[in-house]
C-alpha cells in the first residue's frame, strides 16, 4: 500500500523584480516570476515533488477541484486518474491551469515512482540516453534599464561558455535585424543562434522579420504568431527561410497533437509544467518522433520544472538515430534572473561549457531548500 497517495499540497511561490529590474519580451516586461510546487505524500510518508506554471492562485483553485481524484489512487494509476479528470470536467477545457495543476501532480507522481524503484526518472519514461544534454541559452531579453540590455547579457552568456543561445525579437521588422545583428557581431557565425517572437506577429509580419534576418543564420524562430492560428502557422513553415518552431502555450496532448499533424512547425516545444506533465509531454515526443519533427522542451520556470526538463531531454531519443545527428535536441537554460530556479535546490542545477547533467539520484534526483522555499513562500 506505500504508493497510495495520501495528501496532495500546493505551495506557491514568487518574488518581486521591480521597476528597474523588469525584463521580458516583444509582449511586455515582468516585474514579477511565480510558480506553484505541488507536493504529493503518500501513505508510507514518501513525498514527490512537481511544478505548476502560472500564478499560484488559480493553480491553487483548480487543485482543489482535482485532488479528490488522486487521493487514495495508487501512484501507478496517474494516467488513467487524468484521463478521468478530463473525461468528466471537459466543460473546463483543457487551456487553463487546470492542466498546469495536473503538471505538478504527474511530476510528482514521476518522482515518487523512481523514488520507490530506486531509478532516475529519465528510466521510468524512456532511459538514460545520457548523462548529460545540451543547452542553449535563453537570453537576451527586453529590459527596462539599458545597463541591463541586450550587449551586456550576451557578453554574460558568453561567459559561461554557452555554444548555442535564444534572443527575443518581436517589436518590428528593423528592430529584429538589428538585434540580430548584434548578437553576430558579438559571437561571430559559428554560434547557434536561434529567436523568439512570443507570438507577437501576424503571418505577414513575421515574414518580413524573416526576410530581415534570414542572411544571419538563425536556427529556428520560435513562437512567429499567435499559439492558435494553425493556418498561419503552416503558411510561414511552407514560406519560411529558416526552421518554425513552438508550443509552450499548448495544453495537453491533444492539442499538441493537432500542431504536429497539421505540419506547424519543425520543432515541438512541449512545457511539462503545464501540458499536461511527464505522461502527456513523453506521448507528444512521439507523435513528432513518427512524423519526423523534433523535440525540445520549453523551461522558464523554477527548479523542479527544469529537473523534469532535464530528464525529459534524455530520455527522449534523437530521430532519426544516427551517430552524426545534424542538429541536437537542446534543451532550453534560462538565463534570466530567477531565484525560484537557481536557489531553492540543496544543489542548484548548473550549466557547463553548453552542457547539464542529468541527476544520478532516484526520482527527480533533487532536494528542496526548506528554509529558501519558505522565503519565497506567497503568504
Known amino acids: 500500500m506505500s504508493a497510495i497517495v495520501k495528501t496532495i499540497t500546493h505551495i506557491g511561490l514568487a518574488f518581486e523584480l521591480g521597476d528597474k529590474r523588469a525584463y521580458g519580451n516583444a509582449r511586455g516586461l515582468r516585474t514579477a516570476r511565480a510558480i506553484s510546487l505541488i507536493v504529493v505524500e503518500t501513505r508510507d510518508g514518501t513525498l514527490g515533488i512537481g511544478e505548476a506554471w502560472g500564478p499560484p492562485k488559480p493553480t491553487a483553485a483548480h487543485l482543489d477541484v482535482i485532488r479528490p481524484y488522486f487521493v487514495g489512487a495508487s501512484v501507478h494509476d496517474r494516467e488513467l486518474v487524468r484521463q478521468r479528470i478530463?473525461?468528466?470536467?471537459?466543460?473546463?477545457?483543457v487551456e487553463n491551469p487546470m492542466m498546469a495543476a495536473l503538471s505538478g501532480i504527474d511530476m510528482a507522481l514521476h518522482d515518487i515512482a523512481g523514488k520507490e524503484a530506486g531509478l532516475a526518472l529519465c528510466r521510468l519514461i524512456g532511459g538514460r540516453g545520457a548523462d548529460s544534454v545540451p543547452v542553449y541559452a535563453s537570453t537576451g531579453y527586453f529590459t527596462a534599464s539599458p545597463k541591463r540590455g541586450l550587449e551586456r547579457q550576451i557578453k554574460a552568456m558568453a561567459d559561461k561558455g554557452f555554444g548555442a543561445l535564444k534572443i527575443k525579437i518581436g517589436r518590428n521588422a528593423a528592430d529584429d535585424e538589428t538585434r540580430v545583428k548584434a548578437v553576430r557581431r558579438l559571437l561571430g557565425p559559428n554560434v547557434t543562434l536561434m529567436v523568439d517572437a512570443n507570438a507577437a506577429y501576424r503571418t505577414d509580419q513575421a515574414l518580413e522579420s524573416m526576410a530581415r534576418i534570414a542572411p544571419q543564420r538563425i536556427?529556428?524562430?520560435?513562437?512567429?504568431?499567435?499559439?492558435w492560428d494553425f493556418a498561419g502557422y503552416s503558411e510561414l513553415r511552407g514560406r519560411a527561410a529558416m526552421r518554425i518552431s513552438g508550443g509552450e502555450a499548448l495544453y495537453g496532448a491533444r492539442t499538441l497533437k493537432r500542431f504536429i499533424d497539421e505540419r506547424c512547425v519543425d520543432v515541438v516545444q512541449p512545457d511539462l509544467t503545464m501540458c499536461g506533465g511527464l505522461d502527456e509531454g513523453t506521448l507528444v515526443a512521439k507523435l513528432a518522433g513518427l512524423a519526423g519533427i523534433g523535440v525540445t522542451p520549453h523551461v522558464w520556470g523554477g527548479a523542479v520544472g527544469l529537473a523534469a526538463a532535464i530528464h525529459f531531454a534524455a530520455a527522449t531519443p534523437e530521430l532519426p538515430s544516427t551517430a552524426y545527428a545534424a542538429h541536437p535536441n537542446y534543451l532550453e537554460f534560462d538565463l534570466s534572473e530567477n531565484p525560484l530556479r537557481d536557489a531553492i535546490l540543496s544543489e542548484p542545477i548548473v550549466a557547463a561549457k553548453g552542457?547539464?547533467?542529468v541527476p544520478a539520484g532516484p526520482g527527480l534526483g533533487i532536494e528542496l531548500d526548506w528554509k529558501v522555499v519558505e522565503r519565497y513562500r506567497v503568504k
Open 86 to 93: 478530463l473525461d468528466v470536467l471537459y466543460h473546463q477545457g
Open 355 to 357: 552542457m547539464v547533467a
Open 219 to 227: 536556427h529556428w524562430y520560435e513562437e512567429p504568431v499567435a499559439p
